[in-house]
């Protein structure tokens, strides 16, 4: 199991109310917040509370959390009204693919059509 916490990861300090964020849903494992530079209407980020450097180690190490990633995201979209219209969900894994912060976490997003996409 990993260390549940990483001092010097920004995730972290906000699952430990030291930095500030909005949190729009919480549960024993994980915390979802609004992204503070958001690329759609609804841009929402899950996160588990215990450190992973990225999805595919909270994968391996916890499945069961890895999961809760996707069942608070998809309430996350029901909260947000993005269900009907359709949102995205992204796992930015390793700097090539434009992951910044080192603490697993899924982007949620909606609120506007996406009309083209990367795959
Ligand atoms: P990624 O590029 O996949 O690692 O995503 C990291 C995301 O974290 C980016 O979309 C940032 O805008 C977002 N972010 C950075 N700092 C904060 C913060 N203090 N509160 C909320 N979101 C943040
Ligand atoms: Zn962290």
Redesign the pocket.
Known sequence: MADPRDPDC??CK?VDGA????VVRETERTLA???????APT?V?VVPKAHYPNAATLAAADPEVAAALLTEAAEVAVDERIAESGYRL???TGQG??????HA?V?VLGGEPFTEGLV
Do not use: K, S, W, Y
């Open positions: 920004l995730f906000i930095v500030p964020a909005t917040f609004r992204d503070i530079h958001p690329q841009h980020l992204i796992f930015n693919a434009g992951q910044t912060v080192f976490h982007h």
